[in-house]
């Protein structure tokens, strides 16, 4: 396990799913370029790689309000077309080493959580598939909680629902979004995007 990333002293870790956990970025990307294309909206690559922490309907929202469009359908059947056209792909996720070696690691020893900003229902389709299915203690998602990423709800409601303190527990994130909300939580936080090769933006560094 590479240094930078051994948690410093918790009583639990929780962990963002989409570019912490597993390399889905291009997928999900491709899914709701899918999804938009139809109405109108161009999705830049860029754009949407550096607002990995938010959730489907709240990304597809904040795009409308900069393209100053109104949505000819509704949001619920936008993001009910994206994660579709996601779950096709669910099987070729795969986890991110480094961070994987932080979980493996961790197991049998310090409570864990995934606390993402995406979809329950995408989540534990795509987990089914990955080495670490087992080892999380409680998962939260969007839909748990009032406010989404940079919002603290989701982090809190991991804590609440581990039983530990917020300033009990280390968060391993990759969005300035999600970073923003551990920190908001009140949580030591830990950018795993130099171990990921992601740059701060959330995009692949050439190698």
Not at 51 to 72: C, K, Q
Not at 128 to 137: A, E, M, N, S, W
Not at 154 to 161: M, Q, S
Not at 164 to 177: I, K, L
Request: charged share 25%; hydrophobic share 45%.
């Amino acid at each position: 396990m590479h240094t930078s990333l051994t948690p410093p002293p918790a009583d639990a870790l929780l962990f963002d799913w989409d570019g912490t956990l597993v390399d889905s970025q291009d997928a999900n990307y491709q899914a709701m370029v899918h999804a938009l294309s139809p109405v109108g909206i161009d999705l830049e690559k860029e754009w949407f790689y550096a607002r990995t922490g938010i959730s489907s309907a709240e990304m597809i929202e904040l795009l409308a309000r900069e393209y100053g469009v109104s949505l000819p359908v509704a949001m619920e059947d936008l993001v009910v077309d994206r994660d579709a056209h996601f779950r096709q792909r669910a099987e070729s996720i795969k986890p991110y080493s480094a961070i994987l070696e932080v979980v493996q690691a961790a197991h049998g020893s310090t409570p864990m959580a995934i606390a993402s900003g995406g979809s329950r229902e995408i989540i534990l389709g795509t987990l089914r598939h990955l080495p670490f299915r087992d080892l999380f203690d409680v998962i939260v998602t969007r839909e748990d909680v009032e406010r989404g990423k940079p919002a603290p709800d989701i982090f809190l409601r991991a804590a609440a629902d581990l039983g530990v303190a917020p300033d009990r527990c280390v968060v391993y994130e990759d969005s300035d979004e999600g970073i923003s909300a551990a920190h908001a939580a009140g949580m030591h936080v830990i950018d795993v995007r130099p171990y990921t090769g992601r740059d701060t933006k959330g995009m692949p560094v050439a190698r």
